[in-house]
């Protein structure tokens, strides 16, 4: 989101198909891992692939988005409808690609051996997935899209695969996290840009579909695949953490739940929500959360959150916890969420060092990409090497006090985002000394007006 008005005379960016006259001068190959040192992030910022992913996620995130009708004064939202059948090809053959996954969970279970983190097991179901994984597009949809071939006569399977493939978890870590759940929004944009999606109706409905259809069922497939296994958060902040696992259905939930728009023309609302929509206070409303995870992908996560963990929600969730006390709606969240997605996962070295680059999301620079903002996300990247360093190459460095804290305890010693953030909204109850007593005294700086009270996020260069 950018901090003045969009201009709703443009239309909002979308993932451009590759036409049928280029796509044969393509060259598929197994995409590699191109950011190895800190310095690579900024790189990263002004790639096509960049562009690419932000673009997609940002269109899908406005199909979501519900819509005024001229014929009725009810809007019409886009809920989750459990076991709604769809009529769309390509999205019922992701659907049965991601049971027939899921399904191999009945082949690998869990190592009865004590262990907190981490089952052994998932060694056993990872690889499962890599034995059959060409046995089951071999029998799919995906098999005619996969199947082109580029000037050198590699198919797009090589390249494509591995994006799948990489949206697990690691078999290696036993982990899961964002960087995995990027890889999987990835593979969708390259069955996108490779036409897979023709069959239905773009600009919103097959978007929707994408989500609602194919998101949210590969969600519940890792969620299950966690609870299985018992797999370890992938770079977790820990309780400083958005989500020890996911991210994107936050964007996505809170669309859900914004202001409707009108036409085609209007950019996504910078605040307000729909009406009937749940307060955002709701989520920590058990029975609440329990009835609306069903329909919304926001509480649906809020869902497992509570499955998994156990306490006051404040005290295991608490930047969700302070989330929830915004009073602007449902669209403010939405803007902080694409803000605080760009800076927490996009441009952090833990996580997007693994993700690999190709013909489909490329690692060349995009033209029209903007100077990445030498905000305190890209200064908290690892040091180059030495070597590196005498090479002569631009490094970032950490910052003194910097890492996995607390955006809002990071807040008091540096300088205020560039744009609104997600403020520091809520004071969990509680004794008054210690941690709490600091987030207690924050909130009242915030509630004076105090400008560093808020969550350090860095502008989305690419937000609309």
């Not at 997609?56 to 979501?64: D, G, P």
């Not at 998101?215 to 890792?222: A, D, F, S």
């Not at 950019?267 to 609440?288: C, F, R, Y």
């Not at 305190?376 to 910097?402: D, L, R």
Request: glycine content about 8%; charged content about 15%.
């Amino acid at each position: 989101m950018t901090s003045n008005p969009p201009d709703t005379q443009t239309s909002p960016p979308t993932l451009q198909l590759i036409p049928d006259s280029r796509i044969h001068s393509l060259q598929f190959a197994k995409p590699s891992k191109l950011i190895n040192e800190g310095h690579h992030v900024q790189h990263f910022l002004t790639t096509r692939a960049y562009t690419d992913i932000c673009t997609f996620i940002l269109q899908l995130n406005r199909a979501l988005c519900p819509r005024t009708q001229a014929t009725s004064p009810l809007p019409v939202s886009f809920p989750l409808v459990p076991g709604f059948p769809t009529s769309t090809p390509s999205i019922q053959a992701l659907q049965t690609l991601l049971s027939d996954i899921e399904s191999l969970v009945e082949q690998a279970p869990p190592d009865p051996g004590p262990r907190r983190f981490g089952n052994v097991s998932f060694r056993k179901w990872y690889a499962l997935v890599e034995e059959k994984l060409d046995s089951f597009l071999d029998a799919s949809l995906l098999d005619g899209t996969l199947s082109i071939k580029g000037s050198d006569g590699v198919a797009a399977r090589v390249e494509v695969s591995s994006y799948l493939l990489g949206a697990f978890g690691s078999a290696q870590r036993l982990d899961y996290g964002t960087g995995h759940e990027l890889s999987f929004i990835a593979f969708l944009g390259c069955l996108w840009k490779l036409g897979f999606f023709r069959d239905g109706t773009q600009g919103g409905d097959v978007e929707r579909e994408i989500v609602r259809n194919v998101i949210e069922p590969y969600l519940k497939v890792v969620r299950k695949l966690i609870l299985t296994y018992t797999l370890e958060p992938a770079g977790s902040h820990g309780v400083w953490g958005l989500d020890d696992h996911s991210f994107i259905p936050y964007i996505f939930g809170s669309a859900q739940l914004t202001r409707p728009i009108s036409t085609d023309m209007e950019h996504m609302p910078l605040e307000g929500s729909v009406k009937g929509a749940p307060k955002p206070s709701d989520v920590t409303k058990a029975n609440l959360v329990e009835d609306l995870r069903q329909t919304n992908m926001y509480f649906s996560a809020i869902g497992f959150i509570n499955d998994v963990k156990k306490g006051p929600f404040w005290e295991h969730s608490p930047i969700l916890f302070d989330i929830s006390g915004i009073r602007d709606g449902w669209g403010k969240i939405n803007k902080g969420m694409i803000k605080m997605f760009n800076a927490e996962v996009l441009s952090k070295f833990p996580v997007v060092q693994h993700f690999p680059f190709g013909s489909l999301f490329s690692w060349d620079v995009d033209p029209a990409a903007p100077a990445p903002t030498q905000g305190v996300h890209m200064m908290s990247q690892p040091i180059a090497t030495a070597a590196t360093a005498n090479a002569g190459q631009t490094m970032t460095h950490t910052a003194p006090g910097t890492g996995t804290a607390a955006p809002w305890a990071r807040a008091a010693r540096m300088p205020p985002p560039p744009g609104p953030g997600i403020p520091y909204s809520r004071a969990p109850p509680g004794p008054s000394t210690g941690l709490l007593a600091s987030r207690q005294s924050q909130k009242e700086e915030a509630e004076s007006g105090t400008a560093a009270a808020q969550i350090t996020i860095t502008k989305a260069p690419w937000a609309q």
